[in-house]
């Protein structure tokens, strides 16, 4: 019987067992408890439509309250205001409840009759026995459409991601049972196409010389329990070759035997790609030592055969140009060893193709193309790339080719190479424009084309050697694009690759001052190196690269607003060394964050500050070690109740100099100096012997602690065993931990594996300013927080902005369906913690209730004695 149908059939069904005119199934609705919604409404001997009604003064609000109710007559004038009864003209009515087996009321079916019922007894066995029909299948249809739905949002989660998640079997081919729809663009195949029949052996996508590796590695992995981290190449639908990464792990069955491989690949080919062509340049590049002549051409050919894994490598010139135009080898190398030049006729052979488009390639069997004198040397070769030679004004001087005895997989990598170089042999008569070039493509950063750190680090000990021998001035700004690490983590790498590319374009389009050298260090840090300016310059060249971003920067089809901080010192004024010089633009640029311009030249003053902070270290290390630290506890209330449901531990610092020294200014200092692991130690240890002392005082009942976690403590493998040892002789479940977004998704992986085992001795779990951070869906299902705490900057304004009203409902929602709890932080007002306890969030904590406490002032206000 369909789903759709089962209530009404049953309605119909008892219509006619009892002899009634009227029967009403109907469900309680889960978002609003006083309404009810019929699944099956029969009435006048034909099935009616679905209706929604008001509980409220009618027999069924009775019924729902677990209480199975009989109106024998009058049941209208019982209840006059309910208009459904009214409507029907009825006499009688019986109801009994659809109850969950955990107790839960999902809703009522009852009987109604124009006369007194005829047998009410026989009615109440019916009637309980069709409740628990009604019940039974009200709950497997509830069940069936969470999981349907979780389904629809993992599979949404999964086919939004760029890559290819898989599940395979653990054999030699590794039959696919499962890919998502990222399939096709990374490898051409269609999903369904890989999952059909028994499954596509994975291990035919792998290329064939990767195979081997990878499966001896995943073996070894999976023999050990531990997720696997390849990298390997896969062959696509088209021919093509793609470097991908793939993170996976074997998924057991409950014989601890390997059920499957599931994981995710990506593409990296163009980070391998990138990677490899910048090794093989810069082993050529450190390996050709001769500035001219014969010695330069023959290391030349030399170091590319041997970085390119070629066979042969030669460079060829044109030496003439009669009818028969003929090459002559400059250098020539084969199997390693050099062997004496030689000519040939151009007409006929490759080289004639390099000569006229300017490249060519063949993946196999280039011999039978090649001169016939050649056979001798060359008859073995069969790939080919050839690329020519061109002067600084476009005459084509000559070949520069490798040749392979296998045939070629990868020409891309090889012209790139190639075409590195080819400038470098276009003549000894250019060959410091060639040496120039290369220098370029050697320290220039591929993602911007800007210079890069090697080079900028190297004109900067130029510039600083030439001031200080010629009594000159020059100035330093270093630049970085705030909250790039968002968009990385938002939209992927690769975007954020292009964020780059398009930021150094901008940068690239300010007018220079002449002496200025613009440079990428790497990540979102650039740098200028700007010689002989004045304190005013440099703030008006800081005002310029502001301002070039001022318009949004477009990538694909999205638009991105970049912000920039600027930092800027001066030579000789603010340091006589390139390690002073960097040291302080950095704190200027750290300092510019700050500011409204965006903007900072270094001044004595951010050097005091300097002295200041580490002072307040030095300080607060003292304090953290000596004893001068203290908790305070800021009570949680449940908000159905309004009793106290737990506290959190804020951790304080008064100084006898400086007075109370907020935790937004330690914290962030323990966290650089690396003090975090320590300084959550104490905490915990402190809370736990708090615990133990209001139990020795006889409190009442141990209210649930709530203690941060910070990311530092995580990267501890050894943290669980540290929060047993701070917490011995206190129940766990009287201690919650709380951890941020950005603290777990760190290392996601090696947290799950520690927070599950602490949630199995009992102790709370919850995620800290939920909201803020780019956590991971997957990660939190697996995670199996109990809690999610609401951010204050959402409930601040929950009342006053729609934006952040469905950010607040959207989490509860969530957290519910999940089956977590919720905790709103920064409750201020009657107002908003009625509306947080109307859209369901279970505690909340903030000045409305009460501010931080001292131990003493919480017992007194917050416990009692037995």
Not at 48 to 61: K, M, Q, T, V
Not at 190 to 200: K, Q, S, V, W
Not at 444 to 456: I, K
Not at 821 to 844: F, I, M, N, R, S
């Amino acid at each position: 019987m369909p789903e759709d149908r089962f209530f009404a059939k049953l309605a119909g069904k008892l219509s006619r067992i009892l002899e009634v005119d009227h029967v009403v199934i109907a469900c309680v609705d889960p978002s609003d408890k006083q309404i009810a919604r019929t699944l099956g409404l029969w009435s006048g001997g034909e099935l009616r439509d679905n209706i929604s009604y008001p509980l409220a003064g009618s027999p069924c609000e009775r019924v729902t309250q677990h209480e199975p109710c009989h109106f024998a007559q009058g049941v209208c004038t019982t209840f006059p205001d309910d208009l459904l009864l009214a409507d029907l003209g009825v006499e009688s009515y019986l109801g009994m409840p659809i109850i969950a087996r955990d107790g839960e009321t999902l809703g009522l079916i009852a009987i109604l009759d124009a006369t007194p019922l005829r047998s009410p007894e026989l009615g109440r066995e019916v009637l309980r026995i069709a409740a628990m029909r009604a019940g039974a299948e009200l709950t497997r249809q509830r069940f069936i459409a969470d999981i349907q739905e979780n389904e629809r949002r993992l599979n949404t989660l999964m086919n939004q991601l760029p890559g290819m998640a898989y599940q395979r079997l653990h054999d030699r081919e590794g039959s696919l049972t499962f890919v998502s729809q990222g399939a096709e663009a990374l490898i051409g195949h269609d999903e369904t196409h890989l999952t059909a029949g028994a499954g596509y052996p994975f291990m035919e996508l792998v290329h064939p010389e990767d195979r081997k590796r990878i499966q001896h590695q995943i073996v070894a992995d999976v023999k050990k329990q531990r997720p696997y981290h390849l990298n390997y190449r896969l062959c696509t639908s088209g021919g093509k070759v793609r470097w991908v990464t793939d993170q996976g792990q074997a998924v057991l069955d409950a014989a601890s035997r390997v059920a499957w491989l599931e994981g995710f690949i990506f593409d990296n080919t163009r980070d391998y790609e990138s990677q490899r062509i910048q090794q093989a340049v810069m082993q050529i590049a450190s390996s050709v030592t001769a500035r001219g002549g014969e010695r330069f051409f023959d290391q030349l050919a030399i170091h590319l055969t041997r970085a390119l894994d070629a066979d042969s490598g030669i460079i060829a010139t044109v030496a003439d140009k009669t009818a028969e135009t003929r090459m002559m080898t400059k250098a020539a190398v084969i199997h390693d060893e050099k062997i004496d030049n030689f000519s040939y006729t151009l007409e006929g052979t490759p080289c004639s193709e390099v000569m006229e488009k300017g490249t060519c390639v063949v993946l196999d069997k280039v011999a039978a193309a090649l001169p016939f004198k050649a056979d001798a040397m060359l008859g073995w070769a069969r790939g080919y790339v050839g690329l020519r030679l061109d002067s600084s004004n476009g005459d084509a001087l000559g070949v520069l080719m490798v040749m392979f005895r296998d045939p070629i997989e990868d020409p891309d990598f090889i012209t790139t190479v190639l075409s590195i170089f080819a400038s470098n042999a276009a003549a000894e008569l250019e060959r410091q424009i060639s040496d120039d070039r290369i220098n370029r493509l050697a320290f220039s950063d591929p993602e911007t084309g800007l210079a890069n750190r090697a080079f900028f680090m190297a004109r900067v000990g130029d510039v600083l050697q030439k001031a200080q021998s010629e009594d000159r001035a020059f100035g330093l700004l270093l630049m970085d694009l705030r909250r790039f690490k968002e968009i990385n983590d938002t939209f992927g790498h690769s975007v954020g690759d292009q964020v780059l590319a398009a930021a150094g374009s901008r940068f690239h389009s300010v007018p220079l001052t002449g002496c200025e050298l613009l440079a990428r260090l790497g990540g979102d840090e650039f740098a200028v190196l700007v010689e002989s300016p004045t304190g005013s310059v440099l703030i008006d060249r800081m005002r310029h690269y502001q301002q070039c971003l001022e318009a949004p920067v477009q990538v694909g089809e999205r638009f991105f607003n970049l912000d920039l901080s600027i930092g800027g010192a001066l030579y000789p004024e603010h340091g006589m060394t390139s390690g002073e010089l960097f040291q302080h633009a950095s704190l200027a640029a750290h300092h510019a964050k700050q500011q409204v311009s965006g903007y900072c030249l270094y001044d004595d003053q951010l050097g005091q500050a300097i002295i200041r902070r580490q002072q307040l270290l030095d300080d607060f290390t003292r304090a953290l070690r000596n004893g001068g630290l203290m908790l305070q506890y800021q009570p949680q209330i449940d908000l159905k109740t309004g009793a106290l449901s737990g506290a959190e531990v804020l951790c304080r610092w008064f100084d006898s100099e400086r007075g109370w020294v907020s935790p937004g200014e330690f914290i962030p200092l323990a966290e650089e100096r690396g003090l975090m692991k320590e300084l959550g130690g104490w905490v915990l240890k402190s809370a736990s012997q708090q615990l133990r002392e209001w139990q020795r005082s006889g409190m009442a009942a141990m209210p649930r602690l709530s203690v941060n976690v910070s990311a530092q403590q995580l990267e501890d493998i050894h943290f669980g065993e540290e929060v047993e040892r701070h917490t011995d002789g206190v129940c766990p479940a009287n201690i919650g931990l709380e951890l941020t977004e950005s603290g777990f998704m760190h290392d996601p992986e090696q947290v799950i594996t520690l927070m599950q085992a602490l949630k199995a001795q009992g102790f709370g779990l919850a995620i800290d300013d939920f909201g803020t951070g780019y956590s991971s869906l997957a990660y939190l299902k697996r995670f199996a927080a109990d809690t999610l705490k609401i951010d204050i900057s959402f409930v601040r304004d929950m009342l006053s902005s729609s934006h952040d009203y469905t950010i607040v409902t959207t989490i509860i929602a969530m957290a519910r369906s999940m089956g977590m709890k919720t905790v709103a932080e920064g409750v201020e007002t009657a107002a908003q913690a009625k509306a947080l306890a109307e859209l369901g969030c279970d505690q909340a904590q903030g000045f409305y209730y009460a501010r931080p406490m001292s131990a003493e002032e919480f017992a007194s206000h917050w416990l009692c004695h037995q």
